[in-house]
């Protein structure tokens, strides 16, 4: 068993993937409960019907500015609302991950056991964890996805809860049992789109 040490940015990271694993699971969940409650030809009309109804209503908009005119000091005022709007929501987004950071610093005092030397061993019964005066063995049945990145394994046992493993204290052997054991999680459409962790 190899030695690592996790620093707050390997939480911060864990945090992140944590979030976007708990809206990955939250949209399945809405979308097998609406996919239950309609009848199926309404699944194959619902695209349609949004962009018919963005089209509208884009239509509408410019129908009325065009037969009110309402000349270039009301644009003036639309386009000072919507500049408005979206600093308000870049300054709530900016303020929510300071928050969240400030919030993950308070967590981990330098000291814990977050924070100190740890060891994990992977074996055909699960996963043994040792930390500053803790010891978890979790089997394999507990572990419900993973999600990795080029550096750390993300091993979720609750939808926002995971153990954090960097991949360099684990031999080939590990990594494939790992692999084998714990499926991978599905990339959120958020993280297609490239706006993921």
Known sequence: MKTFTLTRSDYAQAFRHAAANMR???????KARREAQRPAWLHALRRHAKAAATTLLFGLFWVLFQVFDPGPRAMGYVLCATASAGVTLALAYALG?????????????DDGCMLSPQSVAVGEAGIEQH??????RLAWSLFQTRREDDTLLFLFYEPGICMVIPKAVLSAQEQALIVQRIPLMTPTQDEIRGRAP
Not at 24 to 30: K, N
Not at 97 to 109: K, N, V
Not at 131 to 136: H, I, L, N, R, V
């Open 24 to 30: 990955a699971v939250a949209a399945h969940r809405r």
């Open 97 to 109: 991950t300071a928050a969240t950071r400030r919030q993950l610093d308070a967590q981990l005092s």
């Open 131 to 136: 930390t500053q005066g803790t010891f978890a």
